[in-house]
């Protein structure tokens, strides 16, 4: 699987999403994006893609498209 | 001083507990830790005297330990799993999720609960574990859990669009 369906797939089985939305996916966009499960999606970022992000880096994870350019910081190729 | 007491291994009784957590009488259902290794488990248990407050209302001529009661003590010792954790003593804590809830035995006045309480990860002011219990080795409630400290965790959320 690649690092696209990886990330995608995150967003999809914790919010329970389609493809569709998540393009436009942002931080409290839908109830299911809160402070609790910003959390569990950084943790399962980090262990899909083996790193370990920054406070800043997940404080600023602030949207779907924003978070690819976010993990390209930690060599995650998209 | 809250750091040295980072490497408490129990056991000790209320007046300690009470530096880790912010539960107080009559919400506080754990008498004593016996042993706890921070960031791995704790062990506690909780007396339930027919003094109880709650006895009398439930139920008048049946008294038992509520379910509410039985889970605030599995949590409470499940706290002290990532409240001994270095700089999260007397922090408050808030429930996320409460799953996987299995009620074995009706406990009544004059039990003695036996928790054990697992941190499985603790990360970010997000804490998810489970407990189990026993009263003399019969098994009692348990239950899976996931527990937030709002002061670690607001320095990690992005700031609020809506």
Same mark, same amino acid.
């Given at each position: 699987m690649g690092s696209l369906e990886t990330y995608k797939n995150a967003f999809k089985?914790? *919010? &329970?999403?389609?493809?569709?939305?998540?393009?436009?996916?942002?931080?409290?966009?839908?109830?299911?994006?809160?402070?609790i499960s910003h959390m569990e999606l950084m943790t399962i970022l980090?262990?899909? *893609?083996?790193? &370990?992000?920054?406070?800043?880096?997940?404080?600023?994870f602030s949207s779907f498209e924003l978070g690819k350019s976010i993990l390209a910081k930690y060599g995650v190729q998209f | 001083?809250? !750091?040295d007491l980072q490497d408490v291994q129990g056991p000790f009784g209320v007046p300690e507990i009470m530096k880790y957590q912010q539960n107080r009488y009559p919400l506080l259902f754990v008498d004593e830790i016996s042993e706890v290794i921070p960031g791995k488990f704790a062990k506690g248990k909780k007396a339930f005297s027919y003094n109880e407050w709650f006895f009398p209302?439930?139920?008048?001529? !049946?008294? !038992?330990?509520?379910?509410?009661?039985?889970?605030?003590?599995?949590?409470?010792?499940?706290?002290m799993t990532f409240l001994t954790l270095d700089g999260n003593a007397g922090l408050q804590t808030s429930f996320v999720s409460l799953?996987?809830?299995?009620?074995?035995?009706?406990i009544l006045p004059g039990d003695i609960l036996s928790i054990h309480a697992e941190l499985e990860s603790f990360k970010r002011g997000v804490a998810k574990g489970s407990a189990n219990s026993n009263v003399n080795g019969e098994s009692a409630v348990?239950?899976?859990?996931?527990?937030?400290?709002?002061?670690?965790?607001?320095?990690?959320r992005p700031l609020d669009i809506n």
């Open positions: 089985k914790l *919010f &329970e999403l389609e493809d569709s939305s998540l393009d436009k996916l942002v931080y409290q966009g839908i109830p299911e994006w809160d402070s980090e262990k899909e *893609f083996s790193i &370990e992000m920054d406070i800043d880096d997940i404080i600023d | 001083m809250l !750091n209302a439930h139920f008048d001529g !049946n008294p !038992n330990v509520p379910g509410f009661v039985q889970i605030e003590s599995l949590v409470q010792v499940f706290l799953d996987a809830v299995k009620f074995k035995r009706k348990s239950a899976t859990f996931t527990i937030a400290i709002p002061e670690i965790l607001a320095k990690f």
